[in-house]
């Protein structure tokens, strides 16, 4: 199956400073979505992409959708406690039946 | 709204138990997906189904098996568990698969622990 390399892996960071994360991938996606997972929950999403080059924000959320289509990244701006939690990216192939997950960022944010 | 519904949410089960974690949507959407994550990792696919009756392994399907008999529900099965089964469960869903608009919603999870 394909891979998607998420980094950095952990993250640890003080209130109001601004998070960046991305995902790279050997292959092609068509669409790429971020989601956020809190302990004991499922995953929730955040952002959505749908076209290389697109950048789409949800509050102090960013996301591109790289050019190449094989990249995307996650910027957090001025960070506050309940931004803590594990961030994923996700790629859907060409298919579009298969959604392959990063193995996640884990975010901690001090008061 | 009710989205994806799990059940059950937390489950013990002895080596070589079966079991059915069941889910339900009510999105109508075609496609539904298990997934497995184990602690600090990311979700790997376990089975996919892209409508009523069609389904396809993903990239750990061992020791699972799964049904779509309806749109609305993708029960899970576990037969003969093994201690490697122990997880987090999700299950998720989406209207289409494809690059406009689609987007995949996820259940609350299920826990289970094999001893």
């Known amino acids: 199956g394909q891979q998607l390399n998420q980094s950095p892996q952990s993250m640890f960071i003080q209130e109001g400073e601004d998070v960046s994360m991305n995902c790279t991938s050997s292959?092609?996606?068509?669409?790429w979505l971020w989601y956020k997972q809190e302990p004991g929950e499922g995953p929730v999403l955040l952002i959505a992409?749908?076209?290389?080059?697109e950048l789409t924000s949800n509050g102090r959320l960013t996301a591109q959708f790289g050019i190449t289509r094989k990249d995307s990244f996650l910027n957090i701006s001025a960070s506050i406690p309940s931004d803590v939690g594990i961030y994923f990216c996700a790629g859907l192939e060409t298919s579009g039946s298969r959604l392959t997950f990063g193995e996640g960022t884990q975010l901690t944010v001090n008061p | 709204n009710a989205g994806v519904t799990q059940t059950p949410k937390f489950r013990i089960l002895k080596i070589g138990q079966s079991m059915t974690l069941q889910c339900t949507q009510d999105m109508n959407h075609n496609y539904m997906y298990w997934y497995r994550q184990d602690p600090g990792m990311g979700l790997k696919l376990i089975y996919y189904s892209v409508g009523a009756g069609i389904t396809d392994k993903g990239e750990v399907p061992n020791g699972y098996n799964v049904s779509r008999s309806t749109t609305e529900d993708f029960p899970l099965r576990l037969e003969l568990a093994a201690p490697s089964q122990t997880s987090v469960y999700f299950c998720?869903?989406?209207?289409?698969?494809?690059?406009?608009?689609?987007?995949?919603?996820f259940g609350e999870g299920s826990w289970l622990t094999v001893v």
């Open positions: 998720a869903s989406s209207r289409v698969a494809g690059p406009n608009g689609n987007t995949i919603y």
């Open positions: 292959s092609i996606f068509n669409t």
């Open positions: 992409l749908y076209k290389a080059g």
